[in-house]
């Protein structure tokens, strides 16, 4: 994650009420998740395997797509998270990864699991920054991002990651979109103010032909990504996360938040989801 869209709260020594998570103030649960201390946050999603919605079949569908890599091919993870989806690729693609994220804990996690699929010796996960790239012009095959270029927005990464890539080269992001040119007024405000870049299909794959990419494919994850892959695990780590700062004002309403979000989903999964575009640079 970008820097500065990490907005933190910082946990103070008054915050020891802790609400019931239903019975919190609407203006809690219609916070964004950046509005929530960085140091929860990391630690919230370090006890998930993914911090997003997807699954590993979606990630080799959306590799299927790209047929440039050889072993000597150079790949990046941007906002790899722990790397569930990365270590996926790892099993499937030749070539060196290189995985970047803003929490060091993700990496701690990320370069631990990678040992323990033995891919240590061409996967490695470093701290770092998505709008401060440690790669050189035209260095890298492909781009690897699951929902995590909102960080720095849809454009600006597509524009400022583009210099990296090879002509030829590959990118490849899912990224949160509405599936109708209209919707209700409650989840269409939830997501103006999470993310005002969320668009439109249609403008999304414009925006990547904009900023000099080939579209070559644009695909709906499914449903059981959000519900299986993403929401399910959280409900135990929740538990496990709201008994360790029982009392604590800022955990509970960060949980309350995330029970809102799948509320949302479930109310309004046909008007929004993540979806992956792919795209070849020109």
């Not at 869209?5 to 950046?34: F, G, M, V």
């Not at 794959?205 to 399910?232: D, K, N, R």
Request: aromatic share 12%; proline share 5%; with cysteine.
């Amino acid at each position: 994650m970008s820097n500065e869209n990490i907005k933190t709260i910082e946990l103070r020594s008054n915050d020891l009420t802790l609400d019931e998570p239903s019975e919190l103030a609407p203006s809690s649960l219609n916070r964004s998740i950046h509005e929530f201390d960085f140091n929860l946050i990391c630690e919230y999603f370090s006890n998930v395997e993914r911090q997003g919605p997807g699954s590993p079949e979606i990630t080799l569908k959306a590799l299927s797509f790209i047929n440039n890599l050889t072993d000597e091919s150079r790949i990046a993870d941007i906002g790899c998270g722990t790397g569930g989806q990365t270590m996926t690729l790892a099993g499937h693609v030749p070539g060196q990864i290189v995985a970047i994220d803003l929490f060091p804990e993700f990496i701690r996690i990320f370069n631990r699991n990678a040992e323990r699929f033995n891919f240590q010796d061409r996967v490695k996960g470093i701290v770092g920054s998505m709008d401060n790239l440690p790669f050189q012009k035209e260095e890298l095959d492909l781009i690897w991002s699951e929902g995590a270029i909102y960080n720095i927005g849809f454009q600006r990464g597509l524009n400022e990651w583009r210099e990296f890539l090879k002509t030829g080269g590959y990118i490849a992001i899912s990224e949160a979109s509405w599936f109708t040119g209209e919707r209700p007024a409650e989840i269409n405000d939830f997501w103006m103010d999470a993310y005002p870049e969320i668009d439109t299909i249609p403008n999304k794959v414009a925006q990547m032909q904009e900023a000099g990419y080939i579209p070559v494919s644009t695909f709906i994850l499914p449903e059981t990504c959000w519900t299986e892959h993403f929401y399910a695990p959280q409900i135990a780590a929740q538990e496990k996360f709201l008994t360790k700062y029982a009392g604590n004002k800022t955990a509970g309403e960060l949980i309350s938040n995330q029970r809102h979000e799948m509320q949302l989903y479930d109310k309004y999964k046909s008007f929004y989801g993540y979806v992956f575009y792919i795209g070849k640079k020109i």
